[in-house]
């Protein structure tokens, strides 16, 4: 979704939108569940909105593709149980993830 000056920000506020959702959920469940099981919710219900048609809106600006990967960012520590704050590339490295 283009906006009036041809930038993604829309799409991009869309899609962070449907992902903080996505892992609002699994934040309520992140004591319960074993990180295998969390890893199948974030697959299932937050990373297929970070990654529907990435290879044509990823094009986007450099502050609009951080903002995302804040949320994939999110998403690993809630995985792991670690702080919000947590850096998040070693914690990237244990579940064998890439950044965006």
């Known amino acids: ?4 000056k041809l930038e993604w920000k829309e ?4 899609v962070k939108r449907k992902a903080c959702a996505g892992l609002a959920s699994l934040r ?3 004591h319960v569940l074993p990180t295998t099981i969390k890893k199948n919710v974030y697959n299932a219900i937050v990373l297929p ?3 529907y048609c990435s290879v044509v809106w990823l094009d986007c600006s450099k502050k609009l593709c951080q903002e ?4 994939q960012n999110y998403g690993v520590c809630i995985l792991l149980s670690k ?3 947590t850096p998040s590339e070693g ?3 244990v579940l064998g993830w890439k950044t965006l």
């Open 68 to 71: 995302l990967e804040k949320i």
């Open 11 to 14: 799409q991009v506020k869309m």
């Open 49 to 51: 909105h970070l990654d």
């Open 1 to 4: 979704m283009l906006d009036d």
């Open 91 to 93: 914690l990237r490295q």
């Open 28 to 30: 309520r469940l992140q």
């Open 83 to 85: 702080p919000p704050k």
